[in-house]
């Protein structure tokens, strides 16, 4: 027996496990590659196609965390991995874009708005490792949803805003999604969702509209259905704050609130007895 076929019989049983890590950094790489090729669309004026490699980078982001999962991967150095090509696709490459697209007209106030931009999903992302990832909700916007907006405006309008009227709806777009990733408006993660459980028929064919219709018009689906899932969280938390303010009001009608006090106060009785006595 050779020397070489001796060290792999006494090779460790868990090592050829380890190489298994390499899977899902393979995606993040291609979320850092689909990130640096946007930037580098972008400077090239290719906005359409710059966009597209944001979304692209999303779907990237999205496998490499269940890959991990479901290999039993998941490691720190893989999340902290994660997070710095995040900064690099959903931060400085939708920053950058939206500059581009439609914050050129006035340099200093674009760049201050996209670079506002990149430091709220940085600050997102920042969280997100500090938190315990207990909470079935996300706390804030997902730096992909951000992203995601930006590039599907792109999508829809490939040309660059050339009317100055319509530069602030560009500026509060962008603003707004960056203070959407610094709140604490909850989101929902989809984490709890169990697909083993029955679901009704009528499921399937929802499913089955969807994408029939992205295969119609694809860009305009995607940003419908982003649409939705932002302002559920300020609607979700709008709709909670209006049914606890109607709930007292309903429960306690007027002039029932007084009665009942006077009759459970304990000297009810001897103020009855006193006025009958007088």
Request: proline share 6%; aromatic share 10%; glycine share 6%.
């Amino acid at each position: 027996m050779t020397a070489r076929a001796t060290r792999r019989r006494r090779r460790p049983p868990g090592r050829f496990h380890k190489g298994i890590y390499i899977i899902p950094s393979l995606f993040t790489v291609a979320n850092i590659f689909c990130g640096f090729y946007s930037l580098a669309l972008t400077t090239r004026g290719r906005l359409e196609a710059a966009a597209w490699f944001i979304l692209a980078a999303v779907v990237a982001d999205m496998l490499d965390g269940r890959i991990a999962r479901l290999t039993r991967t998941a490691t720190t150095f893989g999340e902290s991995y994660d997070s710095l090509a995040d900064v690099i696709s959903f931060g400085a490459a939708p920053a950058l874009l939206a500059f581009q697209w439609g914050l050129w007209q006035k340099p200093r106030l674009g760049m201050a708005v996209a670079f506002l931009f990149l430091v709220a999903g940085s600050i997102r992302l920042a969280r997100f490792n500090a938190s315990s990832h207990e909470d079935p909700n996300f706390k804030g916007l997902p730096i992909p949803g951000g992203a995601s907006a930006i590039a599907l405006m792109v999508l829809i309008s490939p040309a660059p805003v050339t009317h100055r009227l319509f530069m602030p709806v560009v500026v509060g777009f962008v603003l707004g999604l960056a203070l959407l990733m610094v709140s604490n408006l909850p989101y929902r993660s989809f984490k709890d969702i169990d697909l083993r459980k029955r679901w009704p028929a009528t499921t399937l064919f929802l499913i089955a509209t969807v994408f029939a219709l992205l295969t119609y018009v694809p860009t305009h689906v995607l940003a419908i259905l982003l649409s939705l899932y932002i302002i559920s969280a300020p609607v979700s938390v709008l709709t909670g704050r209006v049914r606890g303010t109607r709930k007292p009001a309903e429960s306690h009608p007027e002039g029932e609130s007084s009665d009942m006090e006077e009759e459970g106060r304990p000297d009810a009785d001897v103020d009855h007895r006193l006025d009958s006595a007088d």
